[in-house]
C-alpha cells in the first residue's frame, strides 16, 4: 500500500528537550511538507522540500529544522527554541509543481 | 500573494440537509483550488480540486464545487448531509509563481450534522 507515515502518534517533550517527528512516503513524490496545526488557525506551513538535499522555510519555520537526505524521508526536529511546541504535526508530499498533497495521519506533540 | 478565507468557522445542518460551506480567494494569477476534509486527529483527505478544467468540480461522497472567476469563490456543496459528513473542511490555494508547490489554507470550517 503506498501512502504517507508519521511516527509517533503522540510525542511528549520536556523543557528545553528537542524531539523529532518522523515522515515517511512510498508514494515516490519529490516533494514533502510540514505543516503544524493549531485549533482555529488552519495549516500553517513550518517546511518544505522540492527535492532531495534542498528545502525551504515555509510561514513558521522559527524553533524547527529538517533535513532531506533521502527521498522517502524528511524529520521535522522541534528545538527547545521553539516555546509553544504544543500542536498536531502533519506532513504532506506531493508530485512537484502545484500538485495534489497528500497527507499522514499526524503526530500530537504534547509538553510535559 | 495567495488566500483563501472561509466564511464561517461552524455550519450547523440536519441530516438530509443541503450542505454549504464558503469559500473566496485572493490570487494574482490563475489558481489551483482544493477542498480537503479531516476527521478528529486524523490527517487531511481530498474531496476535490479545481485545475482550470471544468468550473464544475465533482469529488468523493457526493461533494462538488463551482469555480466562479467573477465572485472569486469556490464554494463546497452536498445536495443532502449524513451523519458521516459531521468533519472539520479545509479550503486550499496554489497559485503558483514564487509559491509553486505552497497551498495556503483557510481557517476551516467545522460541520455538526443533527439527527
Known amino acids: 500500500d503506498g501512502g504517507i507515515t508519521q511516527s509517533p502518534k503522540y510525542l511528549f517533550r520536556k523543557e528545553g528537550q528537542n524531539v523529532t517527528l518522523s515522515c515517511e512516503q512510498n508514494l515516490n513524490h519529490d516533494a514533502m511538507y510540514w505543516y503544524r496545526q493549531d485549533p482555529g488557525q488552519g495549516l500553517r506551513l513550518i517546511y518544505y522540500?522540492?527535492?532531495?538535499?534542498?528545502?525551504q522555510k515555509g510561514d513558521i519555520a522559527e524553533g524547527y529544522s529538517v533535513s532531506r537526505e533521502k527521498k522517502e524521508s524528511f524529520p521535522l526536529t522541534v528545538t527547545s527554541a521553539q516555546k509553544n511546541p504544543t500542536a498536531f504535526y502533519l506532513c504532506a508530499s506531493s508530485e512537484r509543481g502545484p500538485a495534489t498533497q497528500y497527507f499522514g495521519p499526524g503526530t500530537r506533540l504534547l509538553v510535559l | 500573494a495567495q488566500s483563501v478565507t472561509q466564511l464561517g468557522s461552524h455550519v450547523s445542518v440536519s441530516e438530509g440537509a443541503l450542505v454549504l460551506l464558503r469559500c473566496n480567494y485572493s490570487?494574482?494569477?490563475?489558481?489551483?483550488l482544493f477542498w480537503y476534509v479531516q476527521y478528529p486527529n486524523q490527517g487531511l483527505q481530498l474531496l476535490l480540486k479545481y485545475t482550470s478544467a471544468a468550473t464544475l468540480v465533482k469529488g468523493i461522497n457526493g461533494f462538488e464545487a463551482e469555480f466562479k472567476k467573477s465572485e472569486t469563490s469556490f464554494h463546497l456543496t452536498k445536495p443532502s448531509a449524513h451523519m458521516s459528513d459531521a468533519a472539520e473542511y479545509f479550503c486550499?490555494?496554489?497559485?503558483?509563481?514564487?509559491?509553486?508547490?505552497?497551498?495556503?489554507f483557510g481557517q476551516g470550517t467545522i460541520l455538526t450534522v443533527h439527527p
Open positions: 486550499a490555494i496554489n497559485a503558483g509563481g514564487t509559491s509553486y508547490g505552497k497551498l495556503t
Open positions: 522540500s522540492q527535492i532531495v538535499n534542498d528545502f
Open positions: 490570487s494574482s494569477v490563475p489558481p489551483y
